[in-house]
């Protein structure tokens, strides 16, 4: 079973920066590719940044032109730059990692690493 592990969140005051690290317990075949997701209290788990493994990001709009999302393939290890940060961005974010499988995606998730923007 692979389990993923984040590091990196904690209390960061508005307007700075943190670095979300997350790495994969073994190497992982066939990834399609690897995101950072949050939850914020009551509120539905959403897409924050994903890269495939071409390379090709995403971010969501709230985020563009802040955070910055990357990977290194050979460690299966995806990281999350985050900088100006907003109070809106206190949330759990989970790493998330999609490879193919024989029949469908298998989809890896994290545990968590709580992010807390403070005024």
């Known amino acids: 079973q692979v389990q993923l592990v984040e590091s990196g969140g904690g209390l960061v005051q508005a307007g700075g920066s943190l670095r979300l690290s997350c790495a994969a317990s073994r190497r992982i075949s066939n990834i399609v590719d690897m995101g950072w997701y949050r939850q914020a209290p009551g509120e539905q788990r959403e897409m924050v940044a994903t890269?495939?493994?071409?390379?090709?990001?995403n971010y969501a709009d709230s985020v563009k032109g802040r955070f910055t999302i990357s990977r290194d393939s050979a460690k299966n290890t995806v990281a999350l730059q985050m900088t100006s940060l907003k109070l809106e961005g206190t949330a759990v974010y989970y790493c998330?990692?999609?490879?193919?499988?024989?029949?469908?995606?298998?989809?890896?998730w994290g545990q968590g690493t709580q992010v807390t923007v403070s005024s």
């Open positions: 998330n990692i999609r490879s193919r499988a024989l029949l469908g995606t298998n989809n890896y």
């Open positions: 890269i495939t493994v071409g390379r090709v990001t």
